[in-house]
């Protein structure tokens, strides 16, 4: 079975405060993915990844950016966090580029006060 | 741009009748879409995948289908059970850069 994982389940930070949010998959997937799901709006799209090193913004990366310095790792990072920020962060991958199955993480709810 | 709507926010229904669940999309047909299960505090896991010249899919109590005239997928629960009680997203291929397009998802509550 495909894994990702998510460094944490739940995280509270400050505003202002620079946040990481890691994300890891096992199944050797070309393509990794950010998302934000807030009540109301739905799952969207903040980063993406088809390769190492390769980013590509979604519909809502202002505020965010992302690293990819190895195929199994995905990293968000808000840089000055604030409170609009608040919300559930999902992660995923997916083997084939065109609009492929994703594979989900647990996800990782982030407060920030 | 292509959109992906799930008109019912909500759903609640009897155990043992059949759930519906209903994914309208716009534009050009997708040449798949896909149905996920989410899970209150849980990332999305994916249900079923239906090509557009499937017209029909089944996965044990699961069936699918997809109409390219009507721009439809139904997303049918036969005998539903209360662990079936979750939000049920649909998604397409067609996103800016190729990536998939969520639905909103229906919450689907099944009494017993």
């Known amino acids: 079975d495909v894994k ?5 389940r739940y995280l509270v930070k400050r505003t202002g405060e620079k946040v990481f949010l890691e994300c890891v998959q096992d199944m050797d997937h070309e393509n990794m993915f950010w998302y ?3 009540p109301g709006l739905g799952l969207r799209l903040i980063y993406f990844s088809y390769d190492v090193k390769m980013k590509e913004k979604g519909d809502i990366p202002e505020g965010y950016s992302v690293s990819r310095e190895k195929k199994e790792r995905f990293s968000l990072i808000l840089e000055s966090a604030s409170t609009n920020q608040t919300s559930m ?25 | 741009s292509q959109k992906i709507e799930q008109n019912s926010e909500a759903l609640n229904i009897q155990e043992g009748k059949t759930a519906t669940l209903t994914c309208n999309y716009t534009n050009y047909s997708p040449a798949y879409l896909q149905w996920y299960r989410q899970d209150p505090g849980r990332g999305p896991v994916f249900l079923l995948l239906i090509r557009e010249n499937e017209k029909e899919k089944r996965k044990e109590r ?20 209360p662990a079936d009680s979750a939000t049920y997203l649909c998604a397409r291929y067609g996103g800016s850069q190729g ?14």
């Open chain 1, 4 to 8: 990702v994982t998510q460094s944490s």
């Open chain 1, 36 to 38: 934000r799901q807030d």
């Open chain 1, 89 to 113: 962060y999902l992660c995923a991958s997916s083997a084939d580029r065109a609009g492929d199955t994703q594979y989900f993480g647990p996800g990782t709810r982030l407060t920030v006060l």
């Open chain 2, 62 to 81: 699961l069936k699918v289908t997809f109409d390219t005239t009507l721009k439809q997928s139904l997303f049918h629960i036969t005998a539903s059970q």
């Open chain 2, 99 to 112: 990536n998939l397009i969520f639905g909103k998802g229906t919450k689907l509550s099944v009494k017993p």
